[in-house]
């Protein structure tokens, strides 16, 4: 995933304050909100790309490319 500057890192997310409010009023612990984090930036991290797959499919099969192209 490409990081703009909207994005926040995990250890940006950890710090922020407005975050930190919710999980206390919520009652979540810190160290299980960065292990929820964690375990979705993998698993995000290990799906395939379709936008990836489709230009691969793309630029390997002249006759897929758009004729307005």
Known sequence: MTKTRDDLTISE???DPLIA???????VKLEDFKQ??????VKRAQRPNPV????NIIQSNPA?????C
């Open 64 to 68: 897929a490319t758009c004729s307005f």
């Open 13 to 15: 997310a950890l710090r």
């Open 21 to 27: 409010m919710v999980m206390r009023a919520d009652g």
């Open 52 to 55: 990836k797959k489709f230009i």
């Open 36 to 41: 929820l984090l964690e375990t979705a930036a």
